[in-house]
DNA sequence: TTGTACGCGTTATCAA
DNA sequence: TTGATAACGCGTACAA
């Protein structure tokens, strides 16, 4: 077991200097031809590569972006990371990962773990314990030190920092919009507790459609689930919910659900109460999502692009730590991702 | 914008010298009350945290394992990856992400990126190219230097090192069986080409069973799929194959698919054939993905822990790093995870 | 009780 | 053309 060869053994076994190994590396103008081709053919034989550690040492600079999401397991942070991680890959910079599982201190304890040193930037999306807590000084402790912070989907307005999100109010309109379009007049929305931004959003998005439109607003079709605990373990529960939605509002002939989970869940109840879609009841869901492709009848959503909105984040994110001008004011901008209706089943 | 703090800072503010701060920082006998109370309670005020990188050089480890994998837009992938961090998290390690989307050059740049000194081991799964290619030096060079690969799932036997698989063939063996116990007199499979090892493995325990069992092999049955293209972006092919697979052997009354896709799409297929699930045909499914969940009917399947894959991984991986044994004779094991079946609707 | 020196692997600057 | 030295930040053996 050979261990990586560094410098120091090259100048040794050469009976040269290690910066002279160093610099004739580097094909250096002022190492003569010979000890180049000498050490070059050396360095190749015993495939020396720089110490990545020893670099960042020394830069003071990683290469590494860090990112801190809630849960992996998520169609949606998992096309984020991947837009992530192309981008970063393309401009030279690895990917390191950190789980909040939705938990505030989980977040403080990694980010701090990563600010120490192991990366130059963070991009991140906020746990709903946070967001519930809206304790946001880890932010703006790391940004204080000088590590710059891309927010995605789930930001703090409270926060001056990078942000790209998709425009949670209007595509909820346009999507409730649709469902009037075609001919709903009575569409309930299943949505979150209001301290998830994305889901007030959502839900301020489908009142202005129904305002718009003049429709009632009827606070019996807005079921704002608790999801504090998590509903995945907990369907039976979340599908009870639904349940009681349709029976107590028989009329009910649109949902707009501001996650797949919801949407499927909505569909499943349907299904029990022998209720047809897209016939009887129209369903759109909020999502970008494997489930809504596959389901049946596959279901009409608002896409995110995931994918999209991690390789702005790591684009915002690597422009910065490259931008070398010194402004006095740092300014933040704010990338709004174009969502798109994509119409499938459930839906006429 | 103040920077992070470092020892030799706090040495200048309180004029002393850096090896009384480092020690007074760790609580050393060597210093007087006195000082370490100052210097403690300055670090403190200051927010002073030791500088990872200048860790990972000075002690030649860097607490952070690296975790390639082809693509992390998948539920059994980023299951595993979640059993990773859950498991590296509580023993003080990080998780940095290389994905090699398949593609036998990216793994390689890859794992020599992460290999310079940026982690201490590696948890992979090979990509579709390099074990088609077959070509594993990547794998010998980076273990020669004395890092320790654990792989999972898609492992080569040739190569040397710890793994956690599941046993793909007894697994679909059960899987098979429990199709003929239920009464099929007519199984299909669908799976992919042979230079995928857990394919070929589960094709090998399809054929088992079905001899076990005195029935035919009818090699008309097994439909082997071409997924060197993405299959993802390409459903429609794979359904048609399906759909002539199920055209040429009018007989088939059930289904068992090495993945969740292959069922799904077969499932599909059979509904626009108006074949009843399961009345006329069964179906079991190799994943441990959602779709099976929440699929209409929902897939019975064999579902393979992705998770406890990761956690075991990490277990292995950190055991072999902080193993201070020097052993002649490197040992390697071989953990092989019990695959469950998880009987929904798709079986009777 | 405190400080000096060294090494981890690299590069840049300056001296030979 | 080559080499010695310093520095990145830390911890520790040893000297004062």
Known sequence: MKRKITLKQIAKELDVSI??????????AEISEDTK???????KLYNYRPNNIALSLKNRKTNTIGIIIPEIVHHFFSKVIQGVETVANKRGYNVIIGLSNESFSKEVINMEMLANGSIDGFILSISKETLLMQDYHHFNETMSQGMPIVMFDRVANEIQCDKVIVDDFKSAKK??????????KSIAIITTKDYINVGRLRTQGYL?????????????????????LDMEHNLAALENEIEQLFKDNKTIDGVFAVNELYALSAMKVA??????????????GFT????????????????QHGKLMGEKAAELLIDK???QTETEEETFS??????ELVERETTI
């Open 19 to 28: 910066s002279t190994v160093s610099k004739a590396l580097r094909n250096s």
């Open 208 to 228: 202005e459609a129904l305002e718009n439109n003049k429709m009632p607003l009827t606070s019996s079709l807005i079921l704002k689930i608790d999801d504090s």
């Open 175 to 184: 999507a409730v919009t649709k469902l009037i379009e075609n001919g709903c």
């Open 334 to 339: 704010t990338v709004v991702i174009e969502t």
């Open 321 to 323: 730590l490259e931008d």
């Open 37 to 43: 081709q000498k050490v070059q053919a050396f360095a």
């Open 288 to 303: 970008d999502g494997v489930l809504s492709k596959h389901s049946t009848p596959s279901l009409t959503t608002v896409s």
């Open 271 to 284: 299904r029990k109460l022998n209720i047809k879609i897209p016939e009887d009841l129209q369903v759109i």
